[in-house]
């Protein structure tokens, strides 16, 4: 039963929403008091090094900070902290309020921003340390995970075609009669057509029969799983269907205004999507955050977007996977479905994300990681210190949150508490990566607190800040009127579905909420 304090929330949110200024007024109230938890951007330092420089101030390969790089001395070993992180014996813990969805979208979603440099790019002779302070990343919600990080790829991934009925769309092919992205292998090797695109990670290892299921897509972590295909496939879909009714619309217009018109609508639905079906899951309040791109107009944190390296850290959620994920009906074991899109394929899109609704996801939290993921997490603790991050209680302070005095503030877990205070001097020397994922998960939320705080600070300045939101841009003459009427009559990833599955998404439960969760 949910608690009282719930409950009197719950009805005191209900009649602000009845009533359309207030709900505006209380929306605009919620998003800046997030947001102005953290420094206004520009941030004075990047990963460059630890003073202010030009360079630091402006290149943007490098990831930027929220708080000054620190030389900590006196820590655990990396691998004396690894068993925080490994799951007890025993079932894996399920988050009590999200299906897939949740982790399938976050994943989608980070990949296009969240791009921490690669070995294979790191100069002879350089530090490869290094590259952990540095990104490939565009700083944008543009989905690139869709459309490409360049123009040249993008390029590559459109028709191109002058064809009445052909214009502004992306390449695709049909399978079983469903529309998909084109295959990125052709004859046993990577179709030529493709080359400008980012690699797809860890294709050289597959073995043909599973190369041939991997999609051309724009991100090159798009392929890693197969929700995470369903989602840029459900995209794409959007994509081409609204190019459609925008040339049907303006028949004068040429392939390339086509394909930019619906290019910009499906980046601001994919921002809607971010804020009104992702953050209002994550959120604990039972009051419906809207994507309303006024509350950045004059806002003093409308700045330029450039991610941080504290950001790219938060959103290693590899606790969130299950063992197992429904497949056809079938629990299919996690690792059978790595750069697999068979699944997909063989079930149809439908198919897809009924399974993926119907699986809960695992709990985010300590000691809830499977066995081949945990190298993850000690990769992202030596991430955490070769970037000379702040402590956690640093970053509490920092957001304005209660600093944890007592190992037991961090864990209500009495076995977790204990392995903390054995492993640190004080709770706070606590590395920053540790802390986010030993804090106990908010109730009613599926994240911990600061991880929460987090993600929803640079949700809203990432995401309302993003040029198609701006005063002067946010109108019909950008997207035109089909894709103003997609803008204002789309609130969830389930509304996207409805348009492009045969017949519609009927009673299919769509949802990265659990149909049976309750609030606490």
Request: aromatic content about 10%; glycine content about 6%.
């Amino acid at each position: 039963m949910p608690s009282l304090r719930y409950r009197i929330q719950s009805t005191l949110f209900s009649i602000i929403e009845a009533i359309p200024f207030l709900a505006k007024i209380a929306n605009r109230w919620a998003i800046n008091r997030v947001v102005k938890r953290a420094r206004n951007r520009p941030h004075p330092l990047s990963t460059v090094g630890n003073y202010v420089s030009w360079r630091g101030l402006t290149d943007r390969r490098w990831s930027g900070r929220h708080l000054p790089p620190q030389h900590r001395s006196g820590l655990p070993e990396v691998a004396d902290l690894l068993p925080l992180f490994q799951r007890r014996a025993g079932v894996q813990r399920l988050c009590p309020k999200s299906t897939c969805l949740f982790p399938a979208f976050a994943q989608y979603l980070t990949d296009g921003f969240l791009r921490t440099e690669t070995d294979g790019l790191i100069p002879e002779g350089e530090d490869p340390e290094l590259r952990l302070r540095r990104n490939t990343s565009n700083h944008e919600i543009d989905l690139c995970t869709l459309y490409g990080r360049t123009f040249g790829q993008t390029m590559a991934l459109r028709e191109n075609s002058d064809e009445e009925g052909r214009r502004g769309r992306l390449k695709s092919q049909m399978n079983d009669g469903e529309e998909y992205p084109p295959f990125l292998f052709k004859d046993g090797a990577i179709d030529p057509d493709f080359a400008a695109l980012d690699p797809a990670l860890g294709h050289e290892d597959l073995p043909p029969e599973q190369q041939a299921t991997l999609f051309a897509v724009g991100g090159d972590r798009v392929n890693s799983v197969p929700q995470v295909a369903m989602l840029n496939t459900l995209f794409l879909r959007e994509h081409n269907r609204l190019a459609g009714e925008i040339e049907a619309a303006n028949p004068a217009w040429d392939d390339t205004r086509i394909f930019e018109t619906a290019r910009n609508t499906m980046i601001v639905l994919f921002i809607k999507m971010v804020v009104e079906d992702y953050i209002n899951h994550i959120s604990p309040l039972p009051f419906r955050l809207k994507a309303d791109p006024s509350v950045a107009w004059e806002a003093s944190w409308n700045k330029p977007n450039w991610i941080t390296t504290e950001f790219s850290l938060l959103y290693r959620w590899h606790a969130l996977i299950p063992d197992t994920i429904r497949w056809g009906g079938e629990d299919v074991p996690i690792a059978r479905t790595l750069r697999n899109n068979a699944p997909l394929l063989k079930g149809g899109l439908l198919a897809a994300f009924a399974d993926i609704c119907a699986t809960p996801a695992a709990e985010l939290g300590p000691r809830n990681t499977s066995a081949p993921l945990v190298k993850v997490e000690e990769a992202s603790i030596l991430q955490d210190r070769a970037c000379e991050l702040a402590s956690f209680w640093d970053y509490n302070v920092y957001l304005k949150q209660e600093p944890p005095r007592t190992f037991e503030d961090i864990s209500s877990d009495p076995e977790v508490a204990a392995e903390l205070a054995r492993l640190y001097r004080s709770p706070e020397q606590v590395d920053f990566f540790v802390g986010l994922f030993c804090e106990d998960r908010v109730p009613n939320s599926p994240l911990p607190n600061l991880v929460l705080v987090f993600v929803a600070l640079d949700a809203f300045s990432q995401a309302l800040t993003n040029p198609l939101m701006s005063r002067h841009v946010f109108n019909e003459a950008t997207f035109s009127a089909p894709g103003w009427k997609a803008i204002n009559d789309t609130h969830s990833i389930r509304d996207i579905l409805d348009r492009n599955v045969s017949g519609g998404a009927g009673e299919t439960f769509v949802s990265m909420t659990r149909a049976d969760w309750q609030p606490e």
